[in-house]
């Protein structure tokens, strides 16, 4: 009774997966992959197919082991080399050669270079001690120096700007080092009044002629005048020209259809 009740248990298991099989293209597949996958390897997760093992990397259809240098570890990418070298040390053809950190400097974060301390910089690898001239400071990144406000660079040392009358230092780090008062403009190595036409107002701009016309003027050589709206117009977003309303259309000096 007990071998009759295992032989019809049996039966119907490798039924089952007859019908599985057969109804199931993914089930043989997976049954098949599952059988070549080589040694050193592992199925995915997710998916079909298979990936080497850590330290096994695929050449010529095996999963063979990835030689590791002295002063190297493995990493988790299926290109490259497969390894890196460890903090203090960089890559030297299939090695690893220890970083020479010279005197005032350390390991980046990288940890495969080295920069200078505050105050130190480059020259021909080798951290020197950066000589700050009179009026003038450590820039942010301590490898270089910035002249002092009323200060610019000239020949390696901090020389005070000439502001000239009506005229306050201003950033040395671009333009002349000078900006004119309010109502003034500068020409040449002086700051001029600004002649303010009728209609008009001072413009802080460091260009053009240092005033703007109102809204509703406009600029006409040294002066502001008022400006025409044709028919069917209105003040632009400047304040200064004319638009048309809509649906008209400019057409010579007017808003037409």
């Known amino acids: 009774m007990r071998t009759t009740l295992q032989h019809s248990n049996f039966v119907r298991g490798f039924l089952f997966v007859a019908v599985l099989t057969a109804a199931s293209p993914e ?14 390897a ?18 010529s259809g095996a999963c063979l082991p990835i030689k590791v240098p002295a002063h190297a570890h493995l990493m988790d990418v299926h290109y490259g080399s497969g390894w890196e070298c460890d903090r203090g040390y960089r890559v030297m ?34 951290c020197v001690s950066i000589d700050v001239p009179k009026n003038a400071y ?21 020389a005070a700007v000439l502001v000239p009358v009506h005229g306050y230092a201003t950033n040395v780090s671009y333009g002349v080092g000078w900006s004119c ?19 008009a107002y001072f413009n802080d701009s460091s260009y053009g002629v240092g005033w703007k016309c109102v809204r509703g ?10 400006v025409k709206l044709p028919e069917m ?14 649906p008209y259309r400019k057409g010579r000096e007017r808003c037409v259809l």
């Open 138 to 158: 450590l820039n942010d990144a301590g490898d270089g120096w910035v002249c002092d406000r009323g200060f610019r660079e000239a020949q390696g040392s901090c």
């Open 93 to 126: 053809g299939e090695g690893c050669t220890v970083i020479d950190v010279p005197k005032n400097a350390f390991l980046d974060f990288s940890g495969s270079h080295w920069t200078c301390d505050r105050g130190y910089g480059n020259v021909d690898d080798a």
């Open 233 to 246: 117009a209105h003040l632009d977003y400047s304040g200064n020209d004319w638009d048309c309303d809509r």
């Open 27 to 40: 089930f043989a597949l997976a049954q098949r992959v599952a059988i070549d996958i080589p040694e050193n």
């Open 217 to 226: 003027y406009r600029p006409a050589d040294t002066l502001c005048v008022e």
């Open 181 to 199: 008062d309010r109502g003034y403009r500068a020409v040449g190595d002086a700051c001029v009044v600004i002649q303010l036409p009728a209609n």
């Open 42 to 59: 592992s199925a995915r997760t997710y998916g079909s197919g298979w990936d080497c093992d850590r330290g096994y990397r695929l050449a």
